[in-house]
């Protein structure tokens, strides 16, 4: 008869390490996949494939973490020792170890807003290097001619600065990098703007704005790569970004802030009337210094006497009137080549923007040339007028006083034959030959005789 065994004990199972780690791995994936876990940052690690790895702890527990380079390159905030902190992402089962482990995707510090905590982390770091220092904030042109603006040109920022720009200094020159300033990529639109003005070397003044929002639409101001990319610019920045109550990073980083974009265009350029008195101060001060070097010249030559007087008068003259000679040409020189400069300008200014259909803005510029022509040469022709009067009226005064209006009421002036005016018959001998000026002509006679 067949015998019949029987067991009370359960099927024996054995896993192979691998095959558990597997099964724990594919559990812990589908039960914890997007998950938000908090605690305090330890033991913050950087290996040099740019991952971070760090603990987050509580009193008694521990979590190890990890988040990979192509996710800690985009944190806001960087990981940081002792900081409380809340971290967001999917729990792994590192296989090789049998040890589970957090894949971090998004980290925020507990306590603090995450923006504003990561604007004052950076902010220390770049201090720390130096690129805050004051030494190393250039000066701004005091009349640039050429003005690289990087903004958005659908936003209101563009549209103040044109305005105000065009209205202190009608004729700049001024060329738009279009950028995002908002939002996904905004930062790496606005550094390749900067540096297409770094690179390029054509604007005197780079101009950076935006208008105002909240500490999230500011951002791409606070990233560290905006921040290098002004520090890093050939020529002067202006962070003109939100309104006056709002600091970014790059404001720090430029050569000067503006509270506000239109402030900016206000700082940047001199309004075309104090230009234009700085000029009438310059002409002033040189028709004050005409007038006072022709009086000291007059005295001078009362000091040195009558003989001296026409010859001296003549040649100070001939030497004023060669100055203002040369004075004429320059100017009108400049003028020209200003002039010229300008039209050249504004024809290339029509050319790219022709799509634009700007032909109104272009017309207005032209005529206000044109009327800052005419008053130029107006004001030249006026000050070279009253300068050719005055040498005039101290010719007429010095004229009645010349020797030679004597010499035509029938004096003469006689010279022994070493040239030396005579004065006493006795100063010369008979026989002895001399020289007669006359008030037309010289003669050379003989002496016969001298009572």
């Given at each position: 008869?067949?015998?019949?065994?029987?067991?009370?004990?359960?099927?024996?199972?054995?896993?192979?390490?691998?095959?558990?780690?597997?099964?724990?791995?594919?559990?812990?994936?589908?039960?914890?996949?997007?998950?938000?876990?908090?605690?305090?940052?330890?033991?913050?690690?950087?290996?040099?494939?740019?991952?971070?790895?760090?603990?987050?702890?509580?009193?008694?527990?521990?979590?190890?973490?990890?988040?990979?380079?192509?996710?800690?390159?985009?944190?806001?905030?960087?990981?940081?020792?002792?900081?409380?902190?809340?971290?967001?992402?999917?729990?792994?089962?590192?296989?090789?170890?049998?040890?589970?482990?957090?894949?971090?995707?998004?980290?925020?510090?507990?306590?603090?807003?995450?923006?504003?905590?990561?604007?004052?982390?950076?902010?220390?770091?770049?201090?720390?290097?130096?690129?805050?220092?004051?030494?190393?904030?250039?000066?701004?042109?005091?009349?640039?001619?050429?003005?690289?603006?990087?903004?958005?040109?659908?936003?209101?920022?563009?549209?103040?600065?044109?305005?105000?720009?065009?209205?202190?200094?009608?004729?700049?020159?001024?060329?738009?990098?279009?950028?995002?300033?908002?939002?996904?990529?905004?930062?790496?639109?606005?550094?390749?703007?900067?540096?297409?003005?770094?690179?390029?070397?054509?604007?005197?003044?780079?101009?950076?704005?935006?208008?105002?929002?909240?500490?999230?639409?500011?951002w791409a101001f606070n990233e560290e790569a905006?921040?290098?990319?002004?520090?890093?610019?050939?020529?002067?920045?202006?962070?003109?970004?939100?309104?006056?109550?709002?600091?970014?990073?790059?404001?720090?980083?430029?050569?000067?802030?503006?509270?506000?974009?239109?402030?900016?265009?206000?700082?940047?350029?001199?309004?075309?009337?104090?230009?234009?008195?700085?000029?009438?101060?310059?002409?002033?001060?040189?028709?004050?210094?005409?007038?006072?070097?022709?009086?000291?010249?007059?005295?001078?030559?009362?000091?040195?006497?009558?003989?001296?007087?026409?010859?001296?008068?003549?040649?100070?003259?001939?030497?004023?009137?060669?100055?203002?000679?040369?004075?004429?040409?320059?100017?009108?020189?400049?003028?020209?080549?200003?002039?010229?400069?300008?039209?050249?300008?504004?024809?290339?200014?029509?050319?790219?923007?022709?799509?634009?259909?700007?032909?109104?803005?272009?017309?207005?510029?032209?005529?206000?040339?044109?009327?800052?022509?005419?008053?130029?040469?107006?004001?030249?022709?006026?000050?070279?007028?009253?300068?050719?009067?005055?040498?005039?009226?101290?010719?007429?005064?010095?004229?009645?006083?010349?020797?030679?209006?004597?010499?035509?009421?029938?004096?003469?002036?006689?010279?022994?034959?070493?040239?030396?005016?005579?004065?006493?018959?006795?100063e010369v001998a008979p026989e002895s030959g001399?020289?007669?000026?006359?008030?037309?002509?010289?003669?050379?006679?003989?002496?016969?005789?001298?009572?």
């Amino acid at each position: 008869m067949e015998q019949i065994e029987f067991s009370f004990e359960p099927a024996r199972r054995v896993f192979g390490v691998a095959e558990l780690n597997a099964a724990i791995h594919g559990l812990l994936e589908r039960e914890f996949q997007d998950i938000w876990v908090g605690g305090e940052i330890s033991g913050v690690r950087l290996a040099a494939s740019g991952h971070y790895y760090f603990t987050l702890k509580e009193k008694d527990a521990q979590l190890r973490c990890v988040c990979f380079r192509s996710i800690a390159r985009y944190l806001r905030f960087k990981p940081q020792d002792g900081v409380a902190a809340v971290a967001r992402g999917r729990i792994d089962v590192y296989e090789v170890r049998g040890e589970y482990q957090l894949l971090v995707e998004t980290l925020e510090p507990q306590g603090h807003g995450a923006l504003q905590f990561a604007f004052e982390q950076l902010k220390k770091k770049l201090a720390a290097e130096g690129l805050f220092e004051a030494a190393r904030k250039r000066p701004l042109p005091r009349f640039p001619g050429r003005i690289g603006i990087v903004t958005s040109p659908s936003g209101a920022a563009i549209h103040d600065l044109l305005q105000i720009l065009g209205r202190r200094f009608p004729g700049l020159h001024i060329r738009i990098y279009p950028a995002q300033v908002q939002g996904e990529g905004a930062a790496g639109e606005i550094c390749r703007a900067i540096e297409y003005f770094s690179q390029s070397g054509w604007p005197d003044v780079v101009i950076v704005a935006r208008g105002g929002g909240s500490l999230e639409d500011l951002w791409a101001f606070n990233e560290e790569a905006v921040a290098r990319a002004i520090a890093a610019c050939s020529v002067p920045v202006v962070s003109a970004v939100g309104h006056e109550t709002d600091v970014t990073i790059a404001d720090f980083a430029a050569d000067l802030r503006a509270p506000t974009p239109s402030a900016a265009a206000e700082l940047v350029v001199a309004s075309r009337q104090e230009v234009l008195g700085r000029i009438e101060d310059a002409v002033t001060g040189l028709r004050q210094a005409l007038r006072y070097r022709l009086a000291e010249a007059g005295r001078q030559l009362h000091a040195r006497g009558i003989d001296r007087a026409s010859g001296l008068f003549q040649r100070r003259v001939g030497r004023w009137l060669q100055r203002i000679d040369e004075l004429d040409y320059t100017l009108r020189t400049s003028l020209r080549g200003s002039l010229e400069e300008r039209r050249a300008r504004a024809r290339e200014v029509e050319a790219r923007l022709s799509a634009l259909d700007l032909r109104l803005r272009f017309a207005r510029t032209r005529r206000r040339l044109e009327m800052a022509e005419a008053a130029a040469w107006q004001s030249a022709t006026a000050c070279m007028a009253r300068a050719r009067v005055r040498l005039q009226t101290l010719a007429a005064q010095l004229d009645p006083l010349s020797p030679l209006r004597v010499l035509e009421r029938g004096y003469a002036i006689a010279r022994d034959e070493a040239g030396r005016i005579l004065k006493d018959a006795t100063e010369v001998a008979p026989e002895s030959g001399i020289q007669v000026r006359l008030a037309r002509g010289r003669i050379k006679a003989r002496v016969t005789e001298a009572e």
